[in-house]
């Protein structure tokens, strides 16, 4: 049977339609198979006894019994679950009909431990800030001069006025939250980043873009904290006390970085970077627990800051 005729005995959608027999191959195990020749669908059941068997107790479920997920299995998962139920909410995606099956899956997978994935998922809670903002328009305009590897004309917002590049993209970063796109730049002959919500225009160019590997964008852009690569590469030394180890210790600065015990006890950070405005931010995040040790600079700049703050509450 079609999966027009389906849709119209069911009185769904034929994508909907669609959907659910994916369900049921995929999660379920049944045996829907489609025959190009005639267009529809039908059961498998030459010589075959029906099974249809829930993830939850199929492989390496099946085989864990006594055990649970780690701590990195579990956000993933759940973590996972949640930004698709997110994008399930836009009805404009153009992905939302293969949503479903996905999330059936991946709630397979929460089947340890005997209790069912949705009791489970309520007892569970990421305690997540950040969320990935929509972007807008012009983020789909910028993805497909990345695939596609055409070079770009963008107006960026300025203080004053938008300002126009010529730019080759090379990588998008999604970082706290917010969309960046790392670029060639033709006119400043020069890497640049720039966060897409200041792409006030966007159009594609028929050149081709100038293609660079993976290994030399990270090479060029990865070296330093943040996004902010303008400067000098420099190390911060940065010196916790006892209180914030534990803390300091499960926190990844810099793939970089480098971590040491600190003589009086404490905890010595040390991460490289070059433009230190993104760096006194979270330096100042921890208070009173962090002091800069180096460089003097940067010390300075923490201390600035800290003192402009101070004046507001006198």
């Known amino acids: 049977m079609t999966a027009e005729a389906l849709a119209e005995v069911l009185q769904v ?32 059941t030459s010589g075959q006894a029906l099974s249809v068997q829930r993830a939850p107790k199929t492989g390496i479920l099946r085989e864990s019994e006594g055990r649970w997920y780690n701590a990195k299995e579990l956000y993933v998962l759940v973590k996972a679950l949640g930004l698709l139920e997110e994008l399930d909410s836009q009805t404009s995606s153009l992905i939302v009909d293969e949503i479903e099956p996905v999330k059936s899956r991946l709630k397979g997978l929460l089947g340890l431990g005997g209790l069912a994935p949705e009791a489970l998922l ?6 997540d800030t950040q969320r990935v ?31 126009t590049r010529e730019v080759s993209p090379q990588r998008l ?47 060029h852009l990865d070296g330093a904290y943040g996004l902010f690569r303008s400067g000098v590469l420099q190390k911060a030394v940065l010196h916790f006390d006892s209180y914030a180890t534990p803390y300091v210790r499960r926190e990844r600065w810099h793939a970089k970085q480098h971590l040491a015990r600190a003589k009086g006890g404490g905890l010595r950070l040390t991460v490289p970077f070059r433009n230190p405005t993104e760096l006194v931010g979270e330096i100042l995040r921890w208070g009173d627990h962090v002091e800069v040790i180096e460089p003097k600079e940067l010390r300075e700049a923490v201390r600035h800051t800290l003192q402009k703050s101070l004046k507001r509450y006198e």
Not at 122 to 127: G, K, N
Not at 144 to 149: D, F, G, K, P
Not at 179 to 208: E, G
């Open 13 to 44: 959608s034929v994508p909907t339609v669609k959907r659910d027999l994916r369900y049921m191959r995929e999660v379920l195990g049944a045996p829907v198979v489609y025959n190009r020749r005639s267009g529809g669908y039908s059961y498998r």
């Open 122 to 127: 309520e007892r569970i809670r990421l305690a």
């Open 133 to 163: 903002v929509d972007e807008g328009d012009v983020f789909e305009i910028l993805g497909l001069a990345l695939s596609e590897r055409r070079r770009l004309q963008i107006a960026v917002k300025g203080q004053v006025s938008a300002t």
């Open 173 to 219: 970063v999604n970082y706290r939250g917010r969309w960046y796109l790392d670029t060639y730049c033709h006119q400043a002959k020069a890497w640049r980043t720039f966060a897409v919500d200041n792409v006030v225009r966007a159009a594609l160019l028929p050149k081709s873009a100038c293609h660079f590997s993976p290994v030399d964008v990270h090479r």
